[in-house]
């Protein structure tokens, strides 16, 4: 399978460059990011990459989106998208280019993160007025906050609390809102990412908390998705459809 690999040159660039170089059945093709340095053998843009391809990676910057989709539908390539922090108007590019190709799309693409997403569901379903708070942690480079998962997290639990709102950290005077799901952004030193659901119902609480040890889960789950989207038709997919192994 060749891959165009878009953010080649950040962390998670050269955590995926490194596991499709181990994978025989894998071949990077070619390699993006506008910090290439001379002789790194990657392309400064998209637009100059001319390989065929059978899939687009892109663990980049959200600010890629336009060029990003552009490329995809323009040569009708699949397209495998980790970067995160869209504003609503790249996200409403995502959605259009899903209804011509197939868009596999994850805030994170850990299998732990998608079990902890249903069993905080789960936990809102079952507890009477539940009170959440989402306390997430990552490294002091990390550019968006809240991070994308912790907002996945947040929109999932909010499905399981009819009338509920997303709130980002709490400040002020004022007593907590019924049906506030409240998001807390911590940003510390070398965290790979950490993300705790915490859920009261009064006089008992739950906590529920996934840490990653290593980026390179994150790559495995991104190549797991290629490997998955790959010959499937246009749509958005998720991890729930990667786990559950629907859309086949
Ligand atoms: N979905 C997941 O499981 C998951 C896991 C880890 C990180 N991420 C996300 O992936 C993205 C990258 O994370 P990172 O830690 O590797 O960041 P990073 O800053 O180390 O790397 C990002 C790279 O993208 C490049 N880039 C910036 N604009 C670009 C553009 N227009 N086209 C191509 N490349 C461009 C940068 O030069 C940089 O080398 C972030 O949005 C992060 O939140 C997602």
Redesign the pocket.
């Known amino acids: 399978m060749k891959i165009i690999l ?2 080649a ?5 050269r955590v995926v460059t490194e596991l499709i170089e181990a994978d025989p059945e894998l071949e990077l093709v070619a390699g ?4 290439a340095e001379a002789g790194s053998g990657l392309e400064a843009e ?1 637009a100059a990459v001319d390989a065929a391809a059978d899939v687009l990676v892109d ?6 989106t336009a ?1 990003l989709t552009s490329y995809a539908l323009a040569h009708e390539l699949p397209l495998v998208i ?4 869209q504003t609503p108007e790249e996200l409403a590019l995502i959605e259009a280019a899903a209804e011509r190709i197939p868009v596999f799309f ?5 299998l732990g993160i998608a079990t902890l997403a249903k069993l905080a569901r789960l936990a809102a379903e079952i507890l009477p007025n539940p009170e959440v708070e989402i306390v997430e942690t990552h490294h002091d480079q ?1 550019l ?1 906050a809240p991070s ?1 998962t912790a907002l996945m997290l947040a929109r999932e639990v909010q499905a399981a609390i009819p009338g509920s709102t997303i709130e980002l950290g709490r400040t002020g005077l004022g007593k907590r809102e019924r049906g506030e799901i409240t998001v807390h952004s911590l940003r510390l030193g070398h965290v790979v990412g950490e993300h705790e659901v915490i859920i009261s119902s009064g006089n008992e609480l739950i906590s529920l908390k996934h840490t990653a040890e290593s ?1 390179t889960l ?1 790559g495995e ?1 991104a190549l797991a998705a290629v490997r998955f989207i790959v010959g499937r038709g246009p749509g958005l997919y998720a991890m729930e459809d990667l786990v559950e192994g629907k859309g086949a």
């Open positions: 878009n953010g040159a950040g962390r998670m660039g993006v990011d506008p910090r998209l663990f980049s910057n959200h600010e890629a060029s980790a970067t995160t922090g994850a805030a994170n693409y850990s990390k968006d994308g980026r994150f789950g």
